[in-house]
């Protein structure tokens, strides 16, 4: 269950419009053209990042909103397929997001780290931290995956070292290929990034 499968459920729930699929559709294409075809073209640098959430800018309590937002959706992402997990012994997540999301987050935790460095803003701490914990998460699932799910992977006789080293290129070269898509976004503190790998990179597996 991704990121995108919850926010329509919550739309279906409250919705009262008998034409839910035309519903579906409308939400989609809203999202698509507000968080890619709206992106800024511009660097985003650290002192934007610091501006937008301070109370110089306008628009802050949006800005704090979306990245309480992102947190809250990022947690319910791995909270919930691993109590699933642990449940059914089977993820709803394919092992090659299991190893996206691990890269994507150990790339947040140095990206942040020397954002802090560098300002000493707090947030920059703290998401460094919560980059830390994700990870975390990430490397449980992949264990649980092994445990659980190595028929779907590997042959039956495959041993654990050729697994984990599998799982570890992937990671790498999933690692490489998102950095060099932070820098052509032109986004040093993962700003734009952040949205993209929470809501588009997260799509429904059935």
Excluded at 20 to 25: A, L, M, R, T, V
Excluded at 58 to 74: D, L, R
Excluded at 109 to 124: D, Q, S
Excluded at 184 to 206: A, G, P, R, S
Aim: include cysteine; charged fraction near 20%.
């Amino acid at each position: 269950m991704k990121i995108i499968f919850l926010f329509i459920l919550i739309v279906e729930i409250l919705s009262k419009n008998n034409d839910i699929e035309s519903n579906k559709k409308n939400i989609f294409l809203s999202v698509y053209e507000n968080l890619v075809l709206k992106y800024p073209k511009v660097e985003v640098k650290p002192e934007d990042f610091i501006y937008h959430l301070s109370s110089e800018s306008e628009n802050f309590k949006e800005a704090w909103f979306s990245i309480a937002i992102t947190v809250v959706f990022g947690l319910l992402v791995y909270i919930i397929p691993i109590y699933l997990t642990e449940k059914d012994h089977i993820g709803p997540y394919p092992l090659w997001l299991h190893n996206f999301y691990c890269a994507a987050d150990f790339m947040g935790i140095w990206v942040f780290l020397e954002a802090y460095k560098k300002h000493h803003y707090f947030l920059f701490a703290l998401l460094s931290i919560g980059e830390a914990i994700w990870v975390l998460m990430e490397i449980f699932c992949l264990q649980r995956s092994i445990k659980y799910e190595s028929d779907l992977y590997w042959k039956k006789d495959t041993a654990l070292n050729k697994k984990i080293l599998d799982i570890l290129i992937q990671i790498i070269c999933f690692y490489s290929g998102l950095n060099l898509l932070r820098f052509e976004l032109n986004d040093v503190v993962m700003w734009k990034f952040w949205i993209f790998t929470q809501v588009l990179i997260t799509i429904d597996q059935d």
